[in-house]
Structures are given as structure tokens and as C-alpha cells.
């Protein structure tokens, strides 16, 4: 069809009958068409609330993981990142390359260790998510995982500390609890550390919750139509899921409170159980690291109102001293978070627990503490920079 012609079917009955023999034509009017409207409506890419001109440059480091290759893919389709640069001990060209077929507006590019590869990578970078390390396999605790991902997350937080002190840092190597501390601590020796642009992701244990509640509360319920925070660490018995502050409320008996404390606790366990040694929980925790990476990114570039828990350094933190002194004084905990522009904005009350998540978080401080303690450790102890 000819540009800027919109077609019309010459049907009119009258000329039809008076001309039985002449077939219909298709004549071309001349018309003014309004320019197409772009939009972006995907649930999970939604941009309707993002607002701003900033240049976004993001970084995945373990791009190539598990865990790496769907988080960059999804961040990869996001509206708010215009650059995006893989990292990885292998194959993240390979990625990047793949991944820069898709039609969506970021540039990607891949880094390997040769050539200062992790320097190119994160000059410049505004936001670092880490997801780089071994993942968990069967009979493995997270203590044999903190033995080798230490290290990794040492020397990857080094890196940062020399070419992107200002980004925002986005940890999800486990052992959390620990790993978290040893980025501290490494950014504090180089005399970087913005407690309020460090994060411990602990988004898919939130996730997690309001999944696992919804399937028990009535069929076909929404999970995302739930919001239940979960406070403490991101392993094991430190997971604290506060049921009782669910919106909407959930009418639960105590024996289906407990088991979806155990299930949210150790949901990891399920799906390494599952993969049969193949692997752990990545795609999910893909998500969990996406969804949190778009809120500070929303909230950078100008929205409002967001929060969502995430483990970080309280002393550094508005209202993170409140929350020390009523958990026992430990310096790392997750909690309701609001975000903003420059990061962590404040720290919200834990609110009322039933006497069941009392107990939980009485059980769950001194296993944090130690796990605390450990990441601490290994940078100011067992370990050279």
C-alpha cells in the first residue's frame, strides 16, 4: 500500500447493481495519519512510572551462571537500562552476544578476564548486580559455599571498590549473610563504602512467601496480589516470614503458619532436591534479582513509595540503629527498605510480631551473628586485599 494512503472498498450497493460487470475496486484517499504511539505494557517491564532522562549503565557479574543468563536476559529487556555489560570467567561474550539480537533498547556487551576485562565491564557501571559463584548442590551447607564464594566476592568487590565506588551493589552470591559483610569490609579498606548503596538480595524469599501463601489460602489466588515481608537474614532458620503482617491478612492455623515458615525458609533445599544435583534455585532467584534491580532503578530515577526488604548495613542506614537495638545489635539484617535516588532512603519499624516470629527471631540472631561475624573475619583476618 502506498505510504500515508489509507484503502477503501468502493461497496457501495448502489453501484454494484447499476454495475453488475465492473469489480469492486480499491481507491486510495489521501489522509493525514498520526504519528505511532510506542508503549510498553508488559506486566514485568512496565516503564509507566518511570520518569527520567538518566543514563543507566548495568553490570552482571557471573553473566555465563546459572543465574547470570536469565538475569541478564531480563535485564536486557528492561526499559530502564541503556547499557549492560556482562562478566564472566567464561563464555560471557558468547552471551552478550545472544543476547544483543533481541530488539530492545540496551547495548550489550560481554567481558572476560584477558584484556582487564572486569576494569571495562564496570567503568562507569551505575548498578553492579553479583550473582557470580558456585551454586549450591546436594548435602552442601552454606558454610561450604562461603569456603569458595568468599574469595570470589572478595576479589570481585575489590574491582568494584577501583572502578565503580559509586554504584549501586546488588549481592546475591551466597552465603548472603556472609558475603555482604566481606563486600563491606573490602569497601570500607579502600575508604568506599556507601552503607546506603549496598544491598543483600533477599528478594526471593518475599517472593517465595507470597507464593507458597497464596496456594494455601484459597485456589487460583494471585501470588502477586500478596505482600509479605520477610525480615532476618536469607538462609536457613534466619529467614523470619511475618505472616501476620500479610496484606491482604490470611486466616492461617498455626500448624499451616509453620509450615509455611519451614517452606519459605528452606525453599532452596526443595528445588536442589528437585534438579537432582543439577543445579539450585536460578531461575527464580533470576527474577528475585530483576524485580529488585527495577525497584532501585525506579526509585533512582525518580519514583517514590518504593520498598522492599533487603539485607544491608544498619549503622549506615536511616533508622537502622532502632532496628539494632530491638533485634540484639547485629550490624547486617534485612528489612523493609525504602528507596531512593541515592539508595537505601530509611529502614522501616519491624511493627508487631506474633509471639511465634518473636521466637523465630530469638532463634535466628545468634546463627546471623555468626554468620555476620565470619564475612567480617575474612576480610580484616583471614585474608590479604
Not at 486510495?28 to 498520526?34: A, F, I, N, S
Not at 536457613?236 to 517452606?263: A, C, D, F, M, Y
Request: some cysteine; aromatic content about 6%.
Amino acid at each position: 500500500m502506498l505510504r500515508g494512503f489509507r484503502r477503501h472498498r468502493w461497496t457501495h450497493p448502489a453501484a454494484r447493481w447499476c454495475h453488475p460487470a465492473i469489480p469492486r475496486k480499491r481507491i486510495y484517499l489521501r489522509t493525514t495519519l498520526p504519528p505511532p504511539t510506542p508503549t510498553r505494557t508488559n506486566f514485568l517491564f512496565s516503564s509507566n512510572n518511570v520518569h527520567s532522562s538518566i543514563m543507566v549503565k548495568a553490570v552482571v557479574i557471573g553473566a555465563a551462571g546459572g543465574i547470570g543468563q536469565p538475569l541478564s536476559l531480563l535485564l536486557k529487556m528492561s526499559p530502564l537500562i541503556d547499557d549492560l555489560a556482562l562478566y564472566d570467567v567464561v563464555n560471557s561474550k558468547g552471551v552478550a552476544a545472544d543476547l544483543s539480537h533481541i530488539a530492545s533498547p540496551a547495548t550489550v556487551t560481554g567481558h572476560l578476564p584477558a584484556d582487564d576485562g572486569l576494569k571495562s565491564a564496570l567503568t562507569g557501571a551505575n548498578i553492579v548486580v553479583i550473582p557470580a559463584g558456585v551454586p549450591r548442590k546436594p548435602g552442601m551447607t552454606r558454610d561450604d559455599l562461603f569456603k569458595i564464594n568468599a574469595g570470589i566476592v572478595r576479589d570481585l568487590a575489590t574491582g568494584i571498590a577501583q572502578n565503580c565506588p559509586e554504584a549501586f551493589i546488588l549481592v546475591i552470591s551466597n552465603p548472603v549473610n556472609s558475603t555482604v559483610p566481606v563486600v563491606a569490609e573490602v569497601l570500607k579498606k579502600h575508604n568506599v563504602f556507601k552503607p546506603k548503596r549496598l544491598f543483600g538480595v533477599t528478594t526471593l524469599d518475599v517472593v517465595r512467601a507470597s507464593t507458597f501463601t497464596a496456594e494455601v489460602t484459597s485456589e487460583g489466588a494471585d501470588p502477586r496480589e500478596f505482600t509479605i515481608p520477610v525480615i532476618g537474614g536469607h538462609s536457613g532458620v534466619t529467614i523470619i516470614p511475618l505472616l501476620s503482617q500479610s496484606k491482604p491478612s490470611v486466616n492461617l492455623s498455626q500448624e499451616q503458619i509453620e509450615h509455611l515458615t519451614n517452606r519459605v525458609q528452606f525453599g532452596g533445599d526443595e528445588v536442589v532436591k528437585a534438579k537432582d544435583g543439577a543445579g539450585s534455585a536460578t531461575l527464580s532467584m533470576a527474577f528475585a534479582g530483576y524485580k529488585f534491580a527495577e525497584a532501585v532503578l525506579k526509585a533512582v530515577k525518580g519514583e517514590s513509595g518504593i520498598v522492599e526488604p533487603s539485607y544491608v548495613y544498619l549503622p549506615g542506614v536511616p533508622g537502622g540503629d532502632e532496628i539494632a537495638q530491638s533485634v540484639g545489635g547485629v550490624d547486617f539484617f534485612s528489612g523493609l527498605v525504602e528507596l531512593g535516588a541515592d539508595g537505601a532512603k530509611k529502614i522501616r519499624p519491624l511493627g508487631n510480631l506474633s509471639d511465634y516470629e518473636k521466637k523465630l527471631l530469638d532463634a535466628a540472631l545468634p546463627e546471623l551473628k555468626g554468620n555476620i561475624q565470619k564475612g567480617v573475619s575474612f576480610v580484616t583476618e583471614g585474608s590479604k586485599l
